[in-house]
């Protein structure tokens, strides 16, 4: 059965840092985009960052450039969001999803998010 599961969310202090991982199992992420997304308390689901096959990252938002990074590992057939300097507004539930092209609008797969918290 083919999922996406993300993992490494939690509570962090602003300014700290957490690294989400998506792994995939039951297909291969090799050749998709894989792109990251949350949504916050009441708000709508937003784009945050999508890396290509080829391993180029497209930012969704302006608001995480210079803080968050992606990166693949598909020998582990996983993708990561390193989250630096976080701030308040960026708690919400982390999902990852793969795309064929990080332009494309389908979503081929979602997972079921992670939830995380910046609060002092």
């Known amino acids: 059965q083919a999922q996406l599961v993300e993992s490494g969310g939690g509570l962090v202090q602003p300014g700290g840092s957490l690294r989400l991982s998506c792994a995939a199992s039951?297909?291969?992420?090799?050749?998709?985009?894989i792109g990251w997304f949350r949504q916050a308390p009441g708000k709508e689901r937003e784009g945050v960052l999508c890396?290509?096959?080829?391993?180029?990252?497209?930012y969704y938002t302006d608001s995480v450039k210079g803080r968050f990074t992606i990166s693949r590992d598909n020998a582990k057939n996983t993708v990561y969001l390193q989250m630096n300097s976080l701030k308040p507004e960026d708690t919400a539930v982390y999902y990852c999803?793969?795309?064929?092209?990080?332009?494309?609008?389908?979503?081929?797969?979602w997972g079921k998010g992670t939830l995380v918290t910046v609060s002092s």
């Open positions: 039951g297909f291969t992420l090799d050749y998709k985009a």
């Open positions: 999803a793969t795309k064929r092209f990080c332009t494309s609008s389908t979503i081929e797969y």
């Open positions: 890396i290509t096959s080829s391993g180029s990252s497209i």
